[in-house]
């Protein structure tokens, strides 16, 4: 079956702009993550949405950061203002969630973000 | 601290060589680990799950150590294909998302 879709799969943009990263998890999955990858690093969570459940945006480095998940299914992740920092490749995963955090996660290929 | 440390290598073997890596975390009620695999410019893919008691899957032998918080991955007979950087992964108690290491780079050479 499909996996994890994101799009777009490279986004480069100016300092200063907004951009909004997409995800499709896999259906039937209930549990959808957004994590970031800079270069050489390892992923950093940023928020975490369960079926109907409110989000934990624990992770997410500032308030230019926020993301929805629309129908429980498809998930926006928007960056607002960006900054070169934001640099780096934004990954998502999705997981049956049957048993909390204790289950494979499925990531998708990630969008590559470049602010100039 | 690092809340889960690996040794970013890279480790370089030949083809046919054991290799092991080690990880520690520092939550001593982490719940769930794991060793998830990630080729370059590519996603992380879950390797084999951690349990207690140890568990092995063909070439690759998974440890856990509560008492020292540490996790361990055995590669036997490497392959080329087995060039990658091998993430670390613990679920901390009272968290959803996963935390992982920096990653340990593998490269095997004929």
């Known amino acids: 079956g499909a996996g994890v879709s994101q799009s777009p799969s490279n986004k480069v943009t100016e300092k200063g702009k907004d951009v909004e990263l997409r995800c499709d998890p896999i259906s039937g999955h209930t549990a959808l993550y957004w994590y970031r990858q800079s270069l050489g690093q390892g992923l950093e969570f940023l928020i975490y949405?369960?079926?109907?459940?409110?989000?934990?945006k624990s992770g997410l480095p500032s308030d230019r950061f926020s993301a929805e998940r629309t129908g429980g299914s498809v998930s926006t992740l928007t960056i607002q203002r960006t900054q070169q920092e934001d640099s780096a490749v934004y990954l998502c995963?999705?997981?049956?969630?049957?048993?909390?955090?204790?289950?494979?996660?499925?990531f998708g290929p990630g969008t590559r973000l470049t602010v100039t | 601290r690092k809340e889960v440390e690996q040794d970013p290598g890279p480790f370089n073997v030949p083809e046919g060589a054991t290799v092991a890596f080690n990880c520690t975390y520092s939550?001593?009620?982490?719940?769930?680990f794991f060793w998830y695999r990630q080729d370059c410019r590519k996603e992380p893919k879950l390797l084999m799950s951690v349990y207690s008691s140890g568990n092995e899957d063909g070439r690759f032998t998974a440890q856990l150590n509560r008492a020292s918080q540490y996790i361990s991955l055995l590669i036997r007979d490497s392959k080329l294909s087995d060039s990658a950087t091998y993430l670390c992964?613990?679920?901390?108690?009272?968290?959803?998302?996963?935390?992982f290491g920096s990653g340990t780079r593998l490269q095997v050479q004929p």
């Open positions: 992964v613990v679920n901390m108690a009272g968290r959803r998302a996963l935390t």
């Open positions: 939550n001593s009620a982490s719940q769930s």
């Open positions: 995963a999705s997981s049956l969630a049957r048993l909390a955090g204790a289950e494979e996660q499925y």
């Open positions: 949405f369960q079926g109907n459940s409110a989000p934990d």
